[in-house]
């Protein structure tokens, strides 16, 4: 923020500048630390990539939920009943043999919140939201994913609210496998389209 | 606005950095900035696209040099102070020095119990312009205020894939001139229509279009 400080004061100027506006904030009624407290404490503890694992996983062992989800992600979703209600925007798209799908905001950091919880900093960072539009495959590269060369790449842009959730396939050998157990093989990334889900 | 948050085909950023088993935040500040963005919005001080475009209008060597919740943070001063809901002399005081403006909500704690996120869509105005399967062309469009047309999407033809109903207008919400709803719409694109004969032939990349970014092909 401030320039003319060096690393270490420049932390001690950003959180007085953040304390500085929640004083102000608080004073003029406006939030109630209580609640700032609880919503952290949502995000560090209840609102992550389980949920949205636990998504894909039922979709891998239900051929209905599957068909719902893809038709209406927002619905399907919403019957699982998570702490953080996904809202009416959510759309799931599917990797398939033929097709990869690889989620980005290029403009600012859009990220299915409910479902992932909060972004990862690569995911934010300007390296990420400048390459993933032009070069997916060097995006997959950095992430030690290689796919082959007549795959799609399918890269949605997230530019308004519709918020995306990969649905990877599902690995090989995990027939008769339970949706906790199958729940285990789907890695935050996978969800992304920055990684693929881990093998049995 | 044609700023530097617009990143979409820029080169030279260097490789993704991926930071294993990161935390939610890195410092308890960062916890409170996403905190106090959420409540306010709640709050019905601001909506999200006021919240983007004060961020996009941080001056691009600050941009890209303070971290994702220090933008947060100098996003939500220039909103408070703009908003009228704080002077610049509290920010820098500390402390509030003049009475409040009434809020339409206030985010209590028990709510974090239940985090929804809110509905975009709005009543929609007129028919939808285009059915999914149309060859639509962006504008070539440069308005000096929030846009989501992001400018490596800019007259361009695509497809319409997807009608996503009818949502509130970032542009014009951003500009303080009310919601006027549009339609949304996915718009795939060809890599090569994007990035020239060059680019990956198996690329294809969409974007969600407003109504007003496009024209028929």
């Known amino acids: ?200 | 606005m044609d700023g530097i948050h617009d990143m979409g085909g820029m080169d030279g950023f260097g490789k993704v950095e991926v930071e294993q088993n990161e935390p939610p935040f890195h410092e308890k500040w960062e916890g409170r900035v996403m905190a106090m963005a959420r409540a306010m919005g709640y709050a019905g001080a601001w909506q999200i696209d006021h919240a983007r475009y004060a961020q996009e209008r941080i001056r691009p060597d600050i941009y890209l040099d303070a971290s994702y919740y220090q933008k947060w943070a100098l996003a939500m001063e220039t909103n408070v102070v703009e908003r009228g809901l704080a002077g610049a002399d509290e920010l820098k005081a500390g402390h509030a020095l003049h009475p409040g403006k009434p809020l339409p909500r206030k985010f209590m704690p028990e709510m974090a119990a239940n985090l929804t996120r809110g509905s975009f869509y709005r009543q929609q105005q007129a028919p939808a312009r285009f059915k999914v399967g149309d060859r639509v062309r962006t504008k070539n469009m440069h308005p000096a205020t929030h846009t989501r047309l992001p400018r490596y999407a800019r007259d361009k033809a695509g497809v319409i894939e997807r009608n996503n109903g009818c949502q509130m207008f970032p542009d014009s919400v951003a500009s303080n001139l009310g919601d006027n709803p549009q339609w949304l719409y996915t718009v795939v694109f060809d890599g090569r229509d994007l990035w020239g004969p060059d680019s990956d032939p198996t690329l294809k990349v969409s974007i969600e279009a407003f109504e007003p970014y496009l024209v028929p092909e």
């Open chain 1, 1 to 200: 923020m401030a320039h003319d400080h060096d690393d270490h004061s420049e932390l001690t100027d950003t959180q007085l500048r953040v304390r500085a506006l929640e004083t102000v904030l608080t004073e003029k009624g406006y939030i109630d630390p209580a609640a700032l407290d609880a919503i952290v404490e949502a995000y560090e503890t209840r609102i992550g990539p389980r949920n949205g694992a636990a998504v894909v996983a039922k979709a891998w062992s239900d051929p209905a939920f599957k068909q719902a989800l893809l038709a209406d992600a927002s619905k399907a979703v919403a019957t699982l009943g998570h702490v953080s209600r996904v809202g009416d925007h959510l759309v799931a798209v599917e990797n398939t043999p033929k097709t990869h799908n690889m989620i980005v905001c290029t403009l600012c950091s859009c990220y299915p919140w409910e479902v992932l919880g909060l972004p990862p900093i690569w995911y934010k960072s300007a390296p990420y939201r400048s390459r993933a539009v032009k070069d997916p495959r060097g995006v997959l590269a950095d992430f030690g994913v290689t796919l082959p060369q007549d795959t799609e790449i399918r890269v949605w842009d997230s530019t308004a609210e519709t918020r995306f959730l990969v649905l990877p396939m599902r690995p090989a050998g995990t027939e008769g496998w339970s949706e906790e157990r199958l729940a285990e093989l789907v890695t935050r990334d996978s969800m992304i389209g920055t990684g693929l889900p881990k093998r049995p």
